[in-house]
């Protein structure tokens, strides 16, 4: 099976919001102010909510059987 533009698409999203949570948790270890704490905890939700749809989409694509297994897999 060839690999779907699509499913590659995921596959880099996925490893950004994992990149996003890694930061966030990076850098509300090592803020210094309340102001650093928001922005760190926005990034983080943000990056738990990418990843949520991210992983959604990957496995309907799975299901129709779209998600050619050659892609990178995700790990957190």
Same mark, same amino acid.
């Given at each position: *099976? ?8 995921? $596959?880099?999203?996925?490893?950004? $919001?994992?990149? *996003?949570?890694?930061? $966030? ?34 496995? $309907? ?16």
């Amino acid at each position: *099976m060839l690999k779907k533009k699509c499913d590659i698409n995921i $596959a880099q999203t996925i490893d950004l $919001a994992q990149q *996003m949570i890694k930061l $966030a948790q990076t850098g509300y270890e090592q803020r210094e102010d309340p102001g650093c704490g928001i922005l760190y905890g926005i990034l983080l939700d943000s990056g738990y909510r990418l990843l949520d749809l991210a992983q959604k989409e990957k496995h $309907a694509h799975v299901q129709k059987g779209w998600w050619d297994n050659s892609i990178k897999k995700e790990t957190i």
